[in-house]
């Protein structure tokens, strides 16, 4: 158990929907990561936040958006949602200081797009 | 950006014998190297990972190696076991203003046969 929380762990709905994505990081930690899995893309980074700012992003769509909250938990918004969006989503997250390499990885929401 | 090849993305090996993973890198300013396992149904976990000031790390039946000349890193498996059966990623990651975002190669089937 790496400590950071995912819900739900599935998710099924139909195109056009839109879904949300919870997080809670471990404890202490700052910086949340978001990832997309797909059997033909791989793990694919969609976009970082630390203390509760965006600090980086990858190849998140428009139709997508995240936030962190005050208390630091991450929600991913999914909208518009298309078949291909049907993923497993994990969020990761790292300590804070010098040594933000480490992440640690929830286990997943499986989404499915209909 | 940064891209990591993996090979092989399958591998199929007798209990006992070992197992060798290997990654190519293409961005010379990368210097932090995690490899990650990930079983069915699981979020990806960190098992090992080196910097780019050392060649070589070792944890128990797991090492990694770093070639930063030739940009390849390997991941090595001693008297495997069927419980090191799952799906290995290596990755490769640039610092930049705060943000530590790995890419990952696509991933590596490891299936260990009693």
């Known amino acids: 158990d790496s400590g950071v929380t995912q819900t739900p762990k599935h998710l099924i709905t139909a195109t056009g929907q839109r879904v949300t994505l919870r997080c809670s990081p471990r404890?202490?930690?700052?910086?949340v990561y978001w990832y997309q899995q797909s059997l033909d893309q791989g793990l694919q980074f969609l976009i970082q936040?630390?203390?509760?700012?965006?600090?980086a992003k990858g190849n998140i769509l428009e139709r997508f958006s995240a936030q962190q909250f005050p208390d630091l938990h991450s929600e991913l918004n999914l909208s518009s949602l298309e078949l291909g969006d049907s993923a497993l989503y994990f969020c990761?997250?790292?300590?804070?200081?010098?040594?933000?390499?480490?992440?640690?990885f929830g286990p997943g929401t499986r989404l499915t797009v209909l | 950006g940064e891209n990591v090849e993996q090979h092989p993305s399958t591998l199929s090996v007798q209990e006992g014998d070992s197992a060798v993973i290997k990654c190519t890198y293409s961005?010379?300013?990368?210097?932090?190297f995690p490899w990650y396992k990930q079983e069915l149904g699981k979020g990806p976990q960190l098992i090992i990972d080196i910097r780019s000031n050392v060649g070589e790390k070792k944890d128990q039946r797991i090492a990694v190696t770093l070639n930063k000349t030739a940009k390849h890193f390997s991941l090595h498996i001693t008297e495997t076991q069927p419980e090191d059966s799952a799906v290995y990623f290596c990755?490769?990651?640039?610092?930049?203003?705060?943000?530590?975002?790995?890419?990952f190669g696509r991933g590596t089937s490891l299936i260990v046969h009693p």
């Open positions: 990761a997250s790292s300590p804070p200081g010098g040594s933000t390499d480490t992440q640690y």
């Open positions: 961005d010379s300013a990368s210097n932090y």
């Open positions: 936040y630390y203390n509760g700012e965006e600090r």
């Open positions: 404890s202490g930690d700052l910086s």
């Open positions: 990755a490769a990651r640039i610092g930049s203003g705060g943000s530590y975002i790995p890419t």
